[in-house]
């Protein structure tokens, strides 16, 4: 229960964003022991006076070209687990071209009990979680 | 203090639109013990390469057809409260002609302090919760 | 790490986006302590049809000119400054024209764990929290 939400600039075409979840996912799976089937996510576009960031603080970065990783994520995952994710997310990003300064990440934890994905109720009733 | 955002296709009508969040809305009146009154809602608009759900993961979807309800929400609502809502939006969905299996439903919670809705301050300080 | 997402009617012009953010985040730097520096922000952008708000709940608005300010904040600011987070604000909102009752607010609280910035790794690990 990752949910990924991509915030990018309008003009990153979409091939570069679906080669940025796949890779957001396969570090999910790798970091976090998410399920490989569990890959959902949006992209959401914006226009240059749209996005507004600082350019140096805790790391630098070029505001024009940033994206923003915000997953909603099922808690439970440990500290040593996230540090993973964010060092092996930038890896897997500077792999494909993307200079890995140029992502910002964030997560929102929440519980089995607040997703559901079907008529058969919440994840924590399917899973037994 | 619901406060709902649907994520959906750039194509799904205005007026569907509309129909699944008051459906949304009534849910949460009958479910979950939410104002009637208490009632706000955002859309988001997606093209198709910008949403990415797999097809079958807990649940059977059209990836192309699916939407996303995202809720925040006041924390206090019991799990069987929160089970009664997806079961009750579903049904709901299907009323209006909508595929049930075609929704993922999120719930991201905070507290009285955290929601303001006007010059009278938090929701902890105007209501006393 | 107060990350700032203003939902505004699309034709709110980028120059009143950019004030209301200013003055939130000298809002967040002068009631919470927020880093001077640590200034992020999406504006992300809706049609009449796709903002529905209710016109009285806790608070007179008019629905076709209200923004929500959805702030993912890093936990440990106190109810106080909550408080005098949301009046702050408000005020601020008067003095650039803007009517302080057509805003909604809310927040979404995380740990510094959950934020990363740089390739240096979380929030959590760059600053010793």
Chains 1, 2, 3 share one sequence.
Not at 31 to 59: E, K, Q
Not at 76 to 93: M, N, P, T, W
Request: aromatic content about 8%; glycine content about 6%.
């Amino acid at each position: 229960m990752p949910f990924n939400k991509i915030h990018v600039p309008a003009t990153v075409p979409a091939t570069l964003c679906r080669a940025i979840n796949h890779e957001l996912h396969e570090s999910l799976v790798e970091t976090c022991g998410v399920n490989p089937h569990d890959n959902f996510c949006l992209i959401s576009r914006y226009a240059p006076d749209d996005m507004m960031f600082h350019p140096d603080f805790l790391g630098p970065r070029d505001p024009a070209g940033t994206i923003v990783i915000e997953i909603a994520l099922l808690s439970g995952r440990s500290d040593e687990q996230k540090e993973a994710l964010y060092k092996d997310i930038r890896r897997r990003l500077r792999g494909i071209g993307f200079e890995p300064n140029n992502s910002i990440i964030f997560l929102i934890e929440n519980r089995p009990i607040d997703w559901s994905f079907s008529e058969a109720g919440s994840v924590k009733s399917v899973l037994g979680l």
